[in-house]
């Protein structure tokens, strides 16, 4: 992809009234695009990191046999109403009534909505378990969005849910969805902090959170300055300043940081209330027994953000990087330099590489800035000053390291970093 053909309205100036590193690096990369508070769009750059994250998350999702599927986001209000969370939740909803005077609201989340799919299709303990997920955009009318796309009232949420016919069977799913969220963050390069939580409005029985520590954090948790250990301040026996209750020799200390993850054993509470039963082996109709698994798709890109970026701009993990590699010409007016340029970007587009080509007729100077602000993983810097001496500039954006390299080495350095 060539900068001249792409759309990446970058900005030296930190938006005014942003106050999260996060906030001010999207905007400036020309990652994303505020329409109003808390309402944002992804433009093409931003967009590629946010499907690169639904990518890690497909692939972790269909390795525990999970199944996507695909739900509204208008939905009738009165299999809320069945739960009772139409009240417990009317803070957050944004509810009215169509044209046909029917009760309809913007799906805050979905529960209702998968267990009235799976009583319509779901019949039998045989045709269990099942579990399914989806990728879908999530609506609130938050009184107060923060940080950018870490509060807003529009943001993107994995969620999925698991049916069984026992509490064997849920925890059993219940597992296998905790390891892959653990996978999850590990491939986009966050360091959680996983606590047992409340269940709150969702309900049921064993919960957890994952959080990663923020400046921006809007959770607060206790860690031990020792070990693992971690917790809930709102658990009375974890206390700022007291000892930590597994090591027993360190101190609790508190942090705040961002929720990214939640994980439900739900039990039976949506399925009795909205009557979705099944036959059992003893030819008795029961409640299917359900789990609810969240991950938060759009913050998340917020929160790697928030670990990884210096002084100059961002530093994406290799994973959800929008390209892998960015090849930057100098002296564009130069046939030679824009000859090898269209080389490399042929041989690495071959290897299967993703490449943003700079082509702009900017200065070195602009050129550096953008790169290090966007953030791509490596950089090769083309130049007429090397490329006489059939050299070329790699850049590492992370360590800052750079390595001269011939012209035909380079594909064979790159793939090694790229490896590596």
Known sequence: ?????YFIPTSKETPVGTEAISHQLLLRA??????TSGV???????????KNIERVIREEMDSVNARELFMPCLQP???WKKTGRDETLKDVMIKFNDNRGRELCLGPTHEEVITEITKRYIQSYRQLPVTLYQIQTKFRD????????VRASEFIMKDAYSFDRNEEGLKKNYDLMYQAYKRIFARCELEMVIIAADSGAM?????HEFLVPAPIGEDEIVRCNTCTFAGSPNDTDLNEG?????????????????????????????????????????????????????????????AVIEKHHDEKGIIWPREIAPFDVELLALQVQDESIVSIMRGFYEALQARGISVLVDDRDESAGRKF?????????????????????????????RTGQTNIVAQDKAMDHLIKLLKG
């Open 242 to 302: 007291k000892s930590c209750p597994q090591c027993t020799k360190g101190i609790l200390k508190k942090e705040v940081a961002i929720e990214l993850g939640h994980v439900f054993q739900l039990g039976t509470k949506y399925s009795q209330a909205q009557e979705a039963l099944f036959l059992d082996e003893d030819g008795k109709q029961k409640p299917f027994i359900m789990g609810c698994y969240g991950i938060g798709v759009s913050r998340l890109i917020a």
């Open 30 to 35: 020309g990652m994303v695009d505020m329409l």
């Open 369 to 397: 800035n953008d790169a290090d602000l966007i953030g791509i993983p490596y950089r090769v810097i083309l130049s007429q000053k090397n490329l006489k001496q059939g050299q070329c500039e790699i850049k590492d954006r």
């Open 1 to 5: 992809m060539f900068w001249s053909q």
């Open 142 to 149: 938050e009184i107060r969005t923060r940080f950018g796309i």
């Open 77 to 79: 209000l009165d299999i």
């Open 40 to 50: 944002y769009s992804y433009l093409p750059l931003g967009l590629r990191v946010l």
């Open 203 to 207: 309900g049921g029985s064993v919960s």
